[in-house]
């Protein structure tokens, strides 16, 4: 289990600033979904420290939440939920990921689930750490969102958004063979569905 971690915690860097390369390599490996369930599970977690940092020190919500919950109780909840929400929306991401991009194909069955997981798992946690996870955990407990509200907004809106669609892409193009079209529509409608999912539950 511990070669299966280090292999997670290898291949969520590599994705980062190898894309191609490191989904390449990651998909001849036997245990390739272990270490897609691994990172997803890593990453989940460590959202949810996160939203108890924040329950900690009081934060509220940036944005009204959709649920009826207290707003100075809401990160407490969401500690607990983040981990089963992480899990569910990253398997229906990729499941239709993989409906999409064996539609109407001659030979669908020649294509996977198990390798749309891999590719959208990491899809969904590269960009969500380095744009997410990083600032609002290690940045904003200490000094707030110093920020602008314009680098905000390409930081949660623009820009993860952008390279998800991209990862979605490159990573279709390897496991089911899609034109780079099919694969950035493919990547718009997931993506899509991740981002409605994450506004009703995450803050």
Known sequence: MTSTIGEALRYWLRTTVQPRRAIRDLLIETDRVAIAVW???????????TALIYYAI???????????????????????????????????????????AIARRSAPASHTFEDALVVCGLAWVVPSTVLMWIPETLLVPIAGAFWPAWVETLRL??????????????GLKE??????????????VTVLVFFVSFLAYMR
Do not use: D, K
């Open 39 to 49: 990172i997803n599970l890593i990453f989940a977690v460590l959202y949810a420290g």
């Open 58 to 100: 009081g934060r509220l919500p940036a944005v009204e939440p959709w649920m009826p919950i207290a707003p100075e109780r809401y990160y407490l909840y969401q500690v607990f939920w983040t981990v089963p929400w992480g899990l569910t929306t990253w398997i229906a991401f990729s499941g239709i990921a993989h409906l999409l």
């Open 157 to 170: 809106m623009v820009i993860p958004v952008v390279w998800q669609i991209l990862l979605v892409a490159v």
């Open 175 to 188: 496991t089911h063979r899609v034109g780079w079209l099919r694969g950035v529509g493919i990547g718009i």
